[in-house]
């Protein structure tokens, strides 16, 4: 999966539904053979969670469904990712000379040239101070 088209990710739940279909397995086989309950699979599929499984999880789902090792992770880890982040992201790698090859300084060099807020406020000696990042369950 290239890490160029976020914007075009299937979501994670019907692709997992899509490929147990494919291999001919039913909700109950899969969550024994990944070792999740059948609810929670089920919510999974169908989009009812809030955040993507763990990535125990996961990797279990890629083994049991035959993905290639990460490719549920990676999406997974986009998803958790801000929204606005992901877009910046996608912006700096359509730029790029080498899709996939920004750096973290490129990044947030890009955040402050954008104005983002949190970037802007920086100390005298011009490091840049990172937001607490608040917990999903708060």
Do not use: W
């Amino acid at each position: 999966m290239g890490m160029d088209a976020p914007h075009t990710l299937e979501p994670l739940g019907p692709k997992i539904r899509r490929q147990r279909r494919r291999l001919g397995l039913t909700l109950d086989e899969l969550a024994g053979r990944a070792s999740i309950s059948k609810p929670y699979l089920s919510l999974i599929e169908t989009g009812r969670v809030a955040n993507p499984p763990s990535d125990e999880k996961l990797e279990r789902l890629e083994q049991t469904l035959g993905f290639p090792p990460g490719e549920l992770l990676t999406q997974a880890h986009l998803q958790r990712t801000p929204g606005d982040v992901r877009a910046l992201l996608q912006k700096l790698l359509k730029q790029s000379d080498s899709p996939g090859e920004i750096s973290l300084c490129e990044m947030l060099q890009a955040m402050r040239s954008e104005g983002e807020p949190e970037f802007r406020n920086q100390n005298p000696r011009g490091e840049i101070r990172i937001p607490k990042l608040e917990s999903p369950n708060q």
